[in-house]
């Protein structure tokens, strides 16, 4: 028998997942729903106050991901299950579209590009646009040549998981806040799992989806996959905005580029940049604004620099560094590390707010197969 630092037996529990942003959430409302309540730890004091609130609440189509990659898939398949619970659950969101934007003659065989791989990947046909459909659904908008993305959206990210959240406790699931998960050492029936203040408790599954601290939650046995931080900073738009869609140029490396969105009131904001840094700091440099200027200039000439406004950052949990090919999510089953029970998500960052649903339901199902007790 397993104590506690003051000799006390460890409590039980059937299912603990750490970690409660978007995807530990839909997670806790997946395996809810299924009979299997758990119980879901958070390090902070509140709901996806990490990766899953610092982002541009996009609902992803799809575009841009290789067509047999887990991104794709789940990408697509979230998208559609995201629509459909935003309309059954009366979540704020809407399906404004994007443009992903050419802003020179050399840059329209990559547009073709995203153009095949977003038919190869199920995430739908995009519709090809030229300077005539530009200037009629974006006048402010300089570009050569444009993709139309319809499917693409916009959510209030933190309704969402709220929703989730209540789902989940709604069927049973418990979620407490200020509670760190440092390790877990597999047994027999299960897993005992210590906590920073030394306490532990067992439980029979385990789910690790703490986001940028995935790598840290240690399970005995076990190494981590390197992963690598990814900073993007946000500049907002002190004004109105000209444009009435999402607005994208091509993809540089390691992200989706300084692109627009807008929030549901209307609001602009730019971003994200791409920084890569050794520890987490959300503050923005004011200094960055001119690059950003810079870069929105190049497809919106009119901009005025001193309408941008440092807004906020977010970081990335990437397990592709710089210079390396983008890698797809890494979703872990005993398949793969041969613990029955036990599930980790690494790299869980975009389209992971999209795919939250259908992660959801990878997880679930790698659980379902695994046998603890063989």
């Given amino acids: 028998m397993r104590t506690d630092r003051f000799g006390m037996e460890i409590g039980r529990v059937e299912c603990l997942v750490v970690g409660a942003g978007v995807i ?13 309540p758990p119980l879901v730890v958070e390090k902070a004091g509140c709901i996806g106050s990490e990766t899953s609130s ?10 841009y991901y290789p067509p047999d990659s887990l991104k794709a898939r789940l990408c697509v398949e979230g998208r559609e299950a995201l629509y459909a619970y935003c309309e059954t659950n009366s979540i704020p969101h ?17 547009l073709e590009a995203i153009a095949e791989n977003a038919q190869a990947s199920g995430a739908g046909r995009l519709e090809r646009l030229d ?24 959510i209030d990210s933190h309704a ?17 806040f ?3 998960a440092v390790r877990a050492i597999p ?40 992963l690598h931080l990814a900073k993007g900073s946000y500049f907002t738009l002190d004004g109105r905005s000209p444009f ?20 549901l009131a209307g609001q602009a904001r730019f971003g994200p940049d791409v920084e890569w840094v050794d520890e987490i700091d959300y503050a923005v440099e004011p200094g960055r604004r001119l690059a950003f200027a810079e870069s929105v200039q190049a497809w919106w000439p009119a901009l005025d620099p001193d309408r941008l406004q440092p807004g906020y950052s977010g970081i990335r949990p990437k397990r592709s560094g710089p210079g390396t090919p983008p890698a797809d999510f890494a979703i872990e089953g005993a398949e793969t590390h041969g613990l029955p029970g036990l599930v980790q998500l690494f790299g869980m960052e975009s389209p992971g707010l999209t795919a939250c649903l259908a992660v959801a339901d990878a997880v679930a199902k790698r659980l379902e197969t695994d046998d603890i007790t063989a």
């Fill in 94 to 110: 809407r399906q404004i579209g994007k443009l992903i934007i050419a802003g020179a003659a050399h840059e329209i065989p990559r």
């Fill in 131 to 154: 300077l005539a459909d530009i200037r009629r659904r974006e006048p402010a908008l300089r570009a050569e040549a444009a993709l139309f993305s319809p499917r693409t959206g916009i």
């Fill in 54 to 63: 610092r982002n541009s609440e996009v609902i992803h189509a799809g575009l």
């Fill in 187 to 226: 047994e027999a029936d299960g897993y005992a799992v210590e906590f920073a203040d030394g306490s532990w408790l067992k439980t029979r599954t385990l789910v690790n989806s703490a986001g940028l601290f995935a790598r840290d939650f240690r399970v005995e046995g076990l190494l981590p996959p390197a």
């Fill in 178 to 180: 200020n509670t760190r």
């Fill in 160 to 176: 969402l998981m709220l929703t989730l959240q209540g789902e989940a406790e709604a069927h049973g699931a418990q979620v407490v």
């Fill in 24 to 36: 530990g959430l839909a997670i806790a409302r997946r395996l809810a729903r299924g009979g299997q």
């Fill in 244 to 263: 009435s869609h999402l607005i994208y140029p091509i993809p540089p490396e390691g992200g989706l580029g300084i692109h627009l969105t807008l929030d």
